[in-house]
């Protein structure tokens, strides 16, 4: 099957401008006309009332709870390279909103799937003091052999000296006895998704800051992002669709 043809119905994600331009860059043609499509190009994340007239249409989309398409975000390369955009936005926001150097800054990176690994791997390069919280014994050996100190989530709970924590963990994990063992002066940034991993309200009355960094890498790399986008979904066509 030879898709040449694409169309992106929906632009309003600054990502899938750039992902179009990709595909047009690497041989691919764009359509104003549906019907004329090979295959349709959606946002992340994906919403179902926009595959509305595309039900006869090969589909990539982000994020999407579906038996027919292909969803971009579950391929491994992509998730990769997207973690270290993430992390590199992450780095990005702490040096625009905390008064402390990276160098020699106690980090605490809860959390140490693809994220958590590619913060360390960046924050590593800073000079960062770099403690990780994560479950697995697995993870704890990789992040000890990674040159980070190693705590368990129990640990949370006693008192913490690290400046920055930064949380990549989808599930509330700083609650008021995490939060109340934090220095006064510590930074947080949550990645997590909605809700997020943070009880604000408990750290909005004790005074520490909490940093949104969701919608990332987007917020600081849209270009890259798109490219990484149209780059993935290339890859499918070339390794499934050809």
Not at 47 to 67: H, P, Q
Not at 97 to 120: D, F, M, Q
Not at 124 to 135: H, M, Q
Not at 181 to 193: F, G, H, N, R, Y
Request: aromatic share 10%.
């Amino acid at each position: 099957m030879k898709l040449k043809k694409f169309i992106v119905p929906f632009t309003g994600d600054k990502r899938m401008i750039y992902a179009k331009e990709y595909l047009e860059n690497h041989g691919f043609e764009h359509t104003g006309n549906s019907e004329n499509a090979d295959f349709v190009l959606l946002p992340v994340p994906v919403k179902e009332n926009m595959f509305k007239g595309f039900e006869d249409k090969i589909t990539f989309y982000g994020m999407g709870n579906r038996k027919s398409g292909f969803d971009y975000m579950k391929y491994e390369s992509f998730v990769l390279k997207n973690a270290f955009l993430t992390a590199e936005g992450a780095v990005t926001l702490i040096e625009e909103n905390t008064p402390y150097s990276l160098y020699r800054a106690k980090i605490l990176i809860i959390g140490y799937g693809r994220i958590g690994k590619a913060l360390h791997n960046i924050l590593k390069g800073y000079g960062a003091d770099i403690t990780v919280c994560s479950r697995s014994k697995s993870s704890k050996a990789e992040a000890i052999f990674n040159g980070a100190e190693h705590i368990g989530f129990e640990q949370l709970k006693s008192v913490n000296h690290a400046n920055i924590i930064i949380n990549t963990v989808p599930h509330m994990v700083l609650t008021k006895n995490e939060l109340s063992a934090l220095k006064k002066d510590a930074v947080i940034l949550d990645l997590a998704s909605f809700p997020g991993g943070v009880d604000t309200l408990v750290a909005d009355s004790l005074g520490l800051v909490v940093l949104n960094g969701r919608k990332m890498p987007s917020r600081y790399a849209e270009k890259t992002a798109g490219y990484l986008i149209g780059e993935a979904v290339s890859d499918i066509i070339e390794e499934e669709l050809t």
